[in-house]
């Protein structure tokens, strides 16, 4: 024999689903941040900083290779000694180039951590994305049906009316007086 439901408050329900709904709508937006910024981040590093080091690098071997050309003038050149700032700036431009290949060294050791430490997280994050757009809009919408309905029974139950108990054998047809539902009738 089914039982009946004991409903206290079709209020409360209707509550959860509005705090369902407000939760929704900001962790959706979270959501789709966190993988905006990671996605930002990713072509920094791929784009904008890859771009700026290899720039550097250029432009720092031709800043070597001028202070080197200088340098090497200088020796050659019987009239101009070679000056201990011509020494430092061939120093200081060998100093550099290294700082800038050494970043850019740094960026692709970045670019492979950033990808082998981010994927799992980016996926787990899709997953739950996928999740609260999928399932918790059903959950939203069969929520709102319960609310309906548990509303349409407390109307009818206010209007002195009780709604017809529906059991497992609501299919068959209703049973005269002293038969036993779901038994044949005999002709």
């Known amino acids: 024999m089914p039982q009946e439901a004991k409903v206290t408050s079709v209020d409360a329900i209707e509550?959860?689903?509005?705090?369902?709904?407000?939760?929704?709508?900001?962790?959706?937006?979270?959501?789709?941040?966190?993988?905006?910024?990671?996605?930002?981040?990713?072509?920094?590093?791929?784009?904008?900083?890859?771009?700026?080091?290899?720039k550097e690098t250029k432009r720092r071997r031709r800043e070597l290779e001028q202070a080197q050309g200088e340098l090497f003038s200088a020796r050659l050149s019987k009239l101009q000694k070679?000056?201990?700032?011509?020494?430092?700036?061939?120093?200081?431009?060998q100093a550099a180039l290294r700082e800038a290949e050494e970043k850019q060294r740094l960026l692709k050791?970045?670019?492979?951590?950033?990808?082998?430490?981010?994927?799992?997280?980016?996926?787990?994050?899709?997953?739950?994305?996928?999740?609260?757009?999928?399932?918790?809009?059903?959950?939203?919408?069969?929520?709102g049906e319960i609310v309906e309905t548990l509303q349409a029974y407390a109307d009818a139950r206010h209007r002195g009316s009780t709604p017809a108990r529906v059991d497992a054998s609501s299919d068959l047809p209703p049973a005269e007086e002293g038969e036993v539902a779901g038994e044949e009738r005999s002709p």
């Not at 900001?26 to 700026?52: C, N």
């Not at 070679?82 to 431009?93: D, F, P, W």
């Open 15 to 54: 509550a959860f689903r509005s705090s369902l709904i407000v939760f929704l709508s900001k962790a959706r937006p979270t959501l789709e941040e966190i993988s905006s910024d990671v996605q930002r981040t990713r072509m920094w590093l791929e784009g904008e900083q890859r771009d700026h080091w290899e």
């Open 82 to 93: 070679a000056s201990a700032a011509q020494y430092m700036a061939v120093h200081r431009a």
């Open 109 to 143: 050791k970045w670019r492979r951590e950033l990808e082998n430490r981010t994927e799992p997280m980016v996926k787990l994050i899709d997953q739950l994305h996928g999740f609260l757009h999928g399932e918790m809009l059903r959950a939203v919408e069969y929520l």
